[in-house]
């Protein structure tokens, strides 16, 4: 969208200054000086967001992951994720009987199934 700005269209606008425009542009006058100048408005496109991506930042990386895909491919999608949801269930259950046996809390107990689970991800166990 552009728009042309003319003198002769323009509104006063409030400024401190009061000298002469004609003695600062050397004589031109107001015509020729409104053919000159052309205010262009350009809309500024707002930056696009990510859409929130669920699953594994590190998919593909880590020192686990080839062995991982490959199983994965083997033995199917589906057979593997339930095996992958058998895995994690045993190892939640393993750390909920060491928090017994130290006597941990919940809140410790979650705290440190939430450190397996990145663990997990940075290994590549969950690529």
């Known amino acids: 969208m552009a ?3 003319t003198a002769a269209g323009c509104r006063a606008l409030p ?3 009061h000298g002469s425009w004609t003695s600062s542009f050397a004589g031109e006058d107001r ?9 262009v408005l350009v809309r500024a496109a707002r930056p696009r967001r990510s859409s929130p991506r669920m ?3 590190n998919e593909g990386k880590g020192l686990f992951a080839p062995v991982v ?5 083997i033995i199917g999608r589906k057979r593997f994720n339930q095996l992958r949801g058998k ?3 045993l190892h939640s259950q393993v750390i909920t009987e060491f928090c017994r046996t130290i006597g941990a809390d919940g809140k410790q107990r979650q705290g440190l199934i939430r450190l397996a689970k990145k663990n997990g991800e940075k290994l590549g166990f969950l690529a």
């Open 87 to 89: 895995a994690i269930a």
């Open 69 to 73: 895909v490959l199983v994965r491919n």
């Open 15 to 17: 400024s401190s200054f």
């Open 31 to 39: 015509a020729a000086l409104a053919r000159h100048v052309t205010v």
């Open 55 to 57: 699953g594994n930042v």
């Open 3 to 5: 728009a042309s700005l």
